[in-house]
């Protein structure tokens, strides 16, 4: 891959690379455009939702991009909870592309909670 790198993942105050922990490419922001028709409309309605399920005002929620991040065949995370990438930061967005071929699940976990996430899609034309 020529844009990107081996993803790290942060260790305290340390960044590791270690492909047991975390097996995937990570692209930098300036690297990536994101776009569409009906990109901009489709975004708004996703923080919209995100909003009200984190119990926010709709007008203070706010994302950004920090990495473009690839899985290959067989790639992977080992289960984590992400560090706070910027002050105030209170939860990690996660937005499956559509892509040609197949995808694996997401397992989000948090206390005793768990949900499964099937990212693969049926029609690559859909946001996950």
Same mark, same amino acid.
């Given at each position: 891959? %020529?844009?990107?790198?081996?993803? @790290?993942? !942060? ?7 270690? #492909?047991?922990? #975390? ?6 922001? *300036?690297?990536?455009?994101? +776009? ?12 919209? #939702?995100? $909003?009200?399920?984190? +119990?926010? @005002?709709?007008?203070?929620?706010? $994302? ?14 080992? @289960? ?5 990438? $910027?002050? !105030?930061?209170?939860? %990690?967005?996660?937005? =499956? ?17 768990? =949900?499964?996430? *099937?990212?693969?899609? !049926? ?6």
């Amino acid at each position: 891959m %020529t844009l990107g790198e081996r993803a @790290p993942y !942060g260790r305290g105050a340390e960044t590791v690379l270690d #492909r047991s922990v #975390r097996d995937c490419w990570q692209i930098s922001p *300036d690297q990536i455009l994101v +776009g569409g028709s009906s990109w901009d409309e489709a975004f708004g309605h996703i923080l919209e #939702r995100v $909003a009200e399920g984190l +119990g926010y @005002p709709v007008d203070v929620v706010q $994302a950004e991009l920090c990495k473009f991040l690839l899985c290959e065949e067989g790639g992977f995370f080992a @289960p984590h909870r992400d560090t706070e990438k $910027a002050d !105030g930061m209170v939860a %990690t967005l996660v937005v =499956a592309l559509p892509v040609a071929g197949q995808g694996g699940e997401l397992f989000i976990r948090h206390q005793d909670r768990e =949900a499964v996430v *099937d990212m693969r899609s !049926g029609d690559p034309s859909e946001l996950i």
